[in-house]
Each structure stands twice: as C-alpha cells, then as structure tokens.
C-alpha cells in the first residue's frame, strides 16, 4: 500500500468514550502532522512531528493527546471529547519543511 | 484578516469555462502549495511552486512573489474538477503550513 493511509474513515463516540485515530505512511518522509477541518473553516494544524520529536503543538486542548512511535506511524489519542470536536481529522507527511505535503483521506469524528 | 485569503469563496461553472482561483498571502513565504478536496474529504496535492508558472494538464499555477499572489487556472473544466480548491504556504523556515478558506467550485455539465 502506497501514501497516506487513515484508520477509522468514520467514527462516533459519546463524550465519556476513549478512542484512538491512527495514520500511516508509506513515502519514507520525517515530518508527519494532525490537522482538524471544521466546517467552513480553514484548515488547523495541530501537531507536527518531525523525526519522531513533537515540534510544534498549536495549543491543542489536553483531550486530543499525539503519539508518534515511530516516523511512519501517528496516532491521535481523544478522551472526554466536547461535541464541537467533531470535524474532519487530517494526517499528512512530509520530506521536510519546503516539500509538499500528502494528506490521507481523513477521519470524519463526530461527537455526540 | 487571514494571513492567506482566496476568492472567490464559491465559483460556478459550464463545462468548458476557463476557471480562474486567486490566492494573496500576507507572510513572507518560500513556496505556495495548491491543494484541491474532493466531496468526502480527501486532499490532493496539485502543485508546489515557489516562482513563476507550474502546468500539469489542463491546470496551471502561477505565483508573484512581489506582489503576494498566486491564481490557479482551469482550461476547458469538466464536471470531475468540482471540488474545493485550497492555497496553503509555509511559514518560513517551517513546517507549518497556513491555509486559506478555499474556493469552492462547481461544474455544470
């Protein structure tokens, strides 16, 4: 399998739920990222890992927590979710800072 | 004001139209990625350019970086290009990358 994959393409879960979203890519890159689209704004970074170390973390509630293993793998770990969390959850990856970046197909969450 | 903005927000179109996106950024930038988004939620990357013009079928991408401004150009559109087109640049230096709203387009047979 090639690019960016995403693990579940949908989810619900109740606010009291745990769950984990994972990311996977295959393209040999060091930068690998967490964006949250909600609708009918622009997209959100949330997270950047570069080679494995989180480098940016753009004030992100406690309730969305990263987890990056290894450099081909992304996890976004959520607890006690809020109903406006719910929005697309987007992976990317990247080489490094001035490469394009390639998007999995996301993760519809939707909170209730 | 956003550091990156589109217009238009929402363009419609004939099949066969030329379409034009445009992009103005506020920050100083290295590079301009054009990405597009298909109904469902999945992102493609159509170009990365940093000067001049980039083509790659019936899309071609300009960018001016004196004066901030990027278009996405679409030749003889077709109903499969409706999709949300979407200017991000990369805080120099950076990883991060900045999004504008996108332009959301659709075309009519």
């Known amino acids: 399998e090639t690019g960016v994959t995403q693990t579940p393409r949908h989810l619900v879960m109740g606010m009291t739920n745990k769950k984990s979203l994972k990311c996977e890519q295959h393209?040999?890159?060091?930068?690998m990222y967490w964006y949250k689209q909600s609708a009918k704004k622009p997209l959100e970074l949330m997270f950047v890992?570069?080679?494995?170390?989180?480098?940016e973390n753009n004030s992100v509630p406690s309730r969305f927590s990263p987890e990056c293993p290894n450099s081909s793998h992304l996890f976004l770990h959520l607890h006690t979710l809020q109903p406006e969390d719910s929005a697309l959850y987007l992976c990317?990856?990247?080489?490094?800072?001035?490469?394009?970046?390639?998007f999995g197909p996301g993760t519809r969450l939707l909170v209730l | 004001k956003n550091e990156v903005e589109q217009s238009p927000q929402n363009l419609t179109a004939q099949e066969g139209e030329f379409i034009t996106i445009n992009c103005s950024y506020s920050?100083?930038?290295?590079?301009l990625h054009w990405l597009q988004q298909h109904p469902g939620g999945g992102i493609v990357s159509l170009f990365m350019?940093?000067?001049g013009k980039k083509k790659h079928g019936r899309l071609i991408a300009t960018i001016n970086i004196q004066e901030k401004h990027s278009s996405l150009h679409i030749t003889a559109s077709h109903p499969r290009d409706s999709a949300v087109y979407i200017c991000?640049?990369?805080?120099?230096?950076?990883?991060?990358?900045?999004f504008g709203t996108g332009t959301r387009l659709q075309v009519f047979p």
């Open positions: 990317a990856s990247s080489q490094g800072p001035y490469e394009t970046q390639y």
């Open positions: 393209l040999g890159h060091n930068a």
């Open positions: 890992y570069s080679l494995e170390e989180r480098v």
């Open positions: 920050v100083g930038i290295s590079a």
């Open positions: 350019l940093s000067s």
């Open positions: 991000a640049v990369p805080l120099y230096n950076t990883d991060k990358l900045i």
